[in-house]
């Protein structure tokens, strides 16, 4: 076997388990209490700045459970929504059903779409394409499946938001990322996205606004849903399941991290800061 085959065969191979495993800690906990009882309201937040309406054909990538694509079937639009695990999908299209409502759900990697090109007149993904590991291919695809007029809508997370510095407490506690793979808030920068987009499409908006969160009684309760609900968080405090004093530290972390953030009185309230983004493919 020459060089080149044997690299392509393990750089193939290497990102198949890297695939396995993003695919296998969306699944752990419960992501789509997540979406339904925290982050519920980005979904319609996204549906408007893209202006979705009837008869568009639509693409939700890294759909989850359906934070976007369900609202936006709400519209009268066509709606496909993909993403790489498929036990979110399956408790979005519980939802989907529970509501008559008629979308196409799809397993697929948001780093190799299985769509036509120019297949699709808006495509969207709410939190969901940031987590992708590489970020390059990921805009490539979103740009390829839009039509060319069509619109990109994206809402990620910031890096300086309290998502973002979530992510930041957590990582040294988490195991090393693998080479190559990109920090997720790098979306939630206006100036990363314009790069990875190049000149094929256009950013038409790009503003900074807070999802605001009040459903925690106290940072505590942020810490204990986390841990029991979200998968990132869930898949660190596997990795250091064995040493009960770095458990109690991140505890501590996490829990300062929400004590920082609160501004609330009687219970707690938390601003999740969000970059919302519209382009238009040229």
Not at 4 to 11: E, N
Not at 106 to 126: Q, R
Not at 139 to 162: C, K, M, N, Q, Y
Request: proline fraction near 7%; hydrophobic fraction near 40%; charge should be negative.
């Amino acid at each position: 076997m020459s060089t080149s085959t044997s690299t392509s065969t393990t750089t193939t191979t290497d990102d198949a388990a890297l695939k396995a495993t993003h695919r296998a800690m969306w699944a752990l906990g419960n992501y789509a209490a997540v979406a339904s009882e925290i982050i519920a309201p980005l979904g319609p937040v996204l549906v408007e700045a893209a202006r979705i309406g009837p008869g568009q054909r639509v693409h939700d990538v890294a759909a989850g459970s359906g934070n976007v694509a369900i609202p936006a079937a709400r519209t009268g639009a066509d709606v496909v929504a993909t993403d790489l695990t498929p036990e979110l999908l399956d408790r979005g299209r519980e939802a989907a059903e529970a509501e008559g409502l008629t979308l196409t759900w799809k397993v697929a990697d948001a780093e190799d779409l299985p769509c036509d090109d120019g297949e699709f007149d808006t495509v969207v993904s709410c939190v969901g394409v940031m987590f992708a590991p590489h970020h390059q291919a990921v805009a490539d695809h979103l740009v390829r499946v839009v039509r060319p007029g069509g619109t990109i809508g994206l809402l990620s997370w910031t890096p300086e938001g309290f998502i973002g510095q979530m992510f930041a407490t957590m990582k040294p506690y988490a195991p090393p990322p693998p080479p190559g793979a990109q920090p997720p808030p790098l979306w939630g920068h206006v100036d990363h996205v314009r790069e990875l987009f190049g000149d094929r499409a256009t950013i038409d908006s790009a503003v900074q606004q807070d999802l605001v969160v009040d459903q925690f009684a106290t940072p505590q309760h942020f810490v204990d849903f986390f841990k029991a609900n979200y998968g990132p968080t869930i898949a660190v405090y596997r990795h250091i399941a064995d040493d009960p004093e770095r458990v109690a530290a991140l505890d501590a972390d996490l829990r300062a991290l929400a004590e920082r953030f609160d501004r609330g009185t009687d219970r707690t309230v938390l601003d999740w800061e969000y970059l919302l983004l519209t382009a238009t493919r040229t």
